[in-house]
C-alpha cells in the first residue's frame, strides 16, 4: 500500500516535516473536515512509541504523556473513537481515567476551564496532543506546556481557526521559529472527500466568516450583517402560500425593558421552515406571555414546544405550571447564529412577510462585533428567539431536556 492510499497531499507533507525534523510544538490548523485530525491521531501513535524508546534510554518505567481536550466527551469523540474504528483500539481506563498505551501512561487533561488541569500539576511529561486548541483556555495551554519538559518532550495541536486576535494564533501560528511549526489546511485538501461533497460543503455554507473558516480555514474577522444570504426576494412569502406544516415549535426571547418575543416555527415534510408567527412586545408582565403561549398552544396543539431563554428560570416555571412546555434553550450563540444562517443559504427557512413586523428591522441591523467576533447585543430580539428555536429543537435529545409540568 502506497502512502498516498491512506493520507492526502498536504497530510504527507506534515508527516515528512514531524518525523524527518526536530520541533517542540506542531500546530495543525484550518478548515473543519480538511484532515488534521486524523494525521494527528497516527502522529501521536508515532509519538507514543518514540517516547517509550526514550524512556527505554533513560531506564524510566512508566514515562507520561498527557492527552488533552476540550473535555472527556470531545477526546473521546475525536481521538479515542477513531483510533478504536482505524486500529482496533480500545484503550483500558484506569479509576482517573487515565491509560496505558505502547508501554507509555496517558493522563487526561482538559482544557475548556482552569480546573481542567487538576490531572497534570506536578507531572513531568514527555509529549502532549492537544485537540481542538482554541478552544483551550489558555493558562490550561499553558499549564501543559510547562509540563512537557521530559527528554525530547514534543506537543502535537490541532485546531479550527477563531478570530485572528486569539492567543493561539498570536503567541503560537505568527510567532513560528525552529521549534515550532504550524500547517493551514483548506477544505479541499481532503482530497479523500469527493468533489461531490466538497462542492456540496460549500453550497450549505453561510458567507463571509462561517465560509472563510469553514472552508478556507483562515483566521478572520466578521464584519457587516450577520445573516448575510437572507434575500427579501428569496425568504418572504406571503402565509396565504404557505404548504401544508407537519411540525411546530416555538422559541422565547424574555424581555421588558428591551422587546420580548415568541416566535412560531413550522415546518414541511421536506424539512423546510417557516416563521409563521412572531409575537414581540415592551413593557409586558409574564402574565401576558402565559396568554400568548396559550393561544399558540390552541392553534398548534398542546404540546408545541417552547425553546426558552434560560435567563430568566422564574418564566420558565411559570410556563412548565401552566402546562406549557418550556424547555431551556441552547443559547450556543454562534452555533445558533450559524445553524439559522445556514437554512438561508439554503433557502431551507422562510418568513411569512405578512406575519412579522419586527422581524423585518432587525435583519439588516444585526450586525458583527469585528472585536469579538460575536453579533451585537442589539436588534436580536426576536432573532434571539428564531435561534433559540431553530438550533435548539435539532439538536439530538433537545426535548429531553428541561420539562417538568405535567400534561
Not at 525534523?21 to 501521536?44: E, Y
Not at 527528554?151 to 513560528?176: F, M, Q, V
Not at 464584519?223 to 404548504?243: C, M, R, T
Request: charged fraction near 25%.
Amino acid at each position: 500500500m502506497a502512502l498516498t492510499d491512506v493520507y492526502n497531499p498536504k497530510q504527507i507533507d506534515v508527516l515528512k516535516a514531524t518525523i524527518k525534523t526536530d520541533w517542540f510544538i506542531t500546530l495543525l490548523h484550518g478548515a473543519k473536515r480538511s484532515g488534521k485530525t486524523k494525521i494527528n491521531n497516527d502522529l501521536f501513535l508515532f509519538e507514543l512509541r518514540r517516547v517509550r524508546k526514550i524512556a527505554d534510554q533513560e531506564g524510566v518505567k512508566e514515562p507520561m504523556y498527557i492527552l488533552a481536550g476540550v473535555s472527556s466527551a470531545t477526546i473521546q469523540k475525536n481521538v479515542l473513537q477513531e483510533l478504536y474504528n482505524t486500529y482496533n483500539i480500545e484503550p483500558k481506563f484506569d479509576k482517573h481515567g487515565n491509560f496505558r498505551l505502547f508501554g507509555v501512561k496517558v493522563v487526561q487533561a482538559y482544557t475548556g476551564n482552569v480546573g481542567g488541569v487538576k490531572s497534570i500539576r506536578g507531572m513531568t511529561a514527555y509529549g502532549a496532543y492537544v485537540n481542538e486548541a482554541s478552544l483551550a483556555v489558555q493558562s490550561v495551554f499553558g499549564e501543559i506546556v510547562s509540563r512537557c519538559s521530559g527528554t525530547g518532550a514534543r506537543i502535537l495541536a490541532d485546531t479550527n481557526p477563531d478570530n485572528p486576535e486569539h492567543w493561539l494564533k498570536k503567541e503560537y501560528i505568527d510567532n513560528l521559529s525552529e521549534t515550532i511549526q504550524s500547517f493551514h489546511f483548506e477544505l479541499d485538501d481532503n482530497t479523500f472527500l469527493s468533489d461531490r461533497y466538497r462542492q456540496n460543503i460549500k453550497d450549505a455554507t453561510p458567507s463571509g466568516m462561517f465560509y472563510d473558516r469553514d472552508i478556507k480555514g483562515l483566521w478572520v474577522s466578521a464584519e457587516g450583517v450577520v445573516y448575510q444570504d437572507f434575500d427579501a426576494n428569496k425568504h418572504y412569502i406571503q402565509s396565504s402560500d404557505l404548504p401544508q406544516l407537519c411540525t411546530f415549535y416555538c422559541g422565547v426571547d424574555w424581555g421588558y425593558e428591551h422587546w420580548g418575543s415568541i416566535v412560531v416555527i413550522g415546518e414541511s415534510d421536506d424539512g423546510a421552515a417557516y416563521l409563521i408567527e412572531e409575537h414581540a412586545s415592551q413593557f409586558e408582565e409574564i402574565d401576558y406571555w402565559v396568554d400568548i403561549a396559550k393561544g399558540i398552544q390552541e392553534r398548534y396543539g398542546s404540546r408545541v414546544p417552547f425553546y426558552c431563554d434560560s435567563a430568566r428560570p422564574e418564566h420558565v416555571a411559570r410556563f412548565q405550571r401552566e402546562h406549557i412546555r418550556a424547555f431551556n434553550a441552547d443559547k450556543a450563540r454562534l452555533s445558533g447564529v450559524e445553524a439559522v444562517a445556514k437554512r438561508f443559504k439554503t433557502n431551507s427557512l422562510l418568513v411569512c412577510r405578512d406575519k412579522v413586523s419586527k422581524f423585518r428591522d432587525e435583519i439588516y441591523q444585526y450586525v458583527w462585533n469585528k472585536k469579538s467576533g460575536e453579533p451585537i447585543k442589539q436588534y436580536d430580539d426576536v432573532l434571539d428567539a428564531l435561534r433559540y428555536a431553530i438550533y435548539t429543537h435539532h439538536k439530538p435529545k433537545a426535548r429531553a431536556k428541561g420539562f417538568k409540568g405535567g400534561l
